[in-house]
């Protein structure tokens, strides 16, 4: 599985940005789709995840209400709608990939990562 994320940028306070994640696999609906993000210093943490065919999503506390999770699985596409953007949302976001399994917000169990891409939120 290889992964793709772009989309990341400079963006003001209040701002919109949508990342993607392009997956080269042959069967997407293998797997459960996650974002994760780490900031300059800081540990890796969940941001969102989204069931393999898309009808659940989980969102950390943080983003709840601001980000969407989403996938299209005949693109191979999972997405990421970040509206009113905060500067403490600047990191590295990551999408991943795991099988299908029940715990989606531990990265210990995701298995494929793609390089991320850099959101940079000025305030």
């Known amino acids: 599985v290889q992964l793709q994320a772009s989309g990341g940028g400079l963006v003001q306070a209040g701002g919109s940005l949508r990342l993607s994640c392009a997956a080269s696999?042959?069967?997407?609906?293998?797997?459960?789709m996650g974002w994760f993000r780490q900031a300059p210093g800081k540990e890796r943490v969940f941001v969102a995840a989204?069931?393999?065919?898309?009808?659940?999503?989980y969102d950390a506390d943080s983003v709840k209400g601001r980000f969407t999770i989403s996938r299209d699985n005949a693109k191979k596409m999972v997405y990421l709608q970040m509206i009113n953007l905060k500067p403490e949302d600047t990191a590295v976001y990551y999408c991943?990939?795991?099988?299908?399994?029940?715990?989606?917000?531990?990265?210990?169990?995701?298995?494929?990562w793609g390089r991320g891409t850099q959101v940079t939120v000025s305030s």
């Open positions: 696999v042959r069967a997407f609906t293998r797997y459960e």
């Open positions: 991943a990939a795991r099988d299908r399994g029940s715990v989606l917000v531990d990265s210990k169990n995701y298995h494929y």
């Open positions: 989204i069931r393999w065919n898309g009808v659940s999503t």
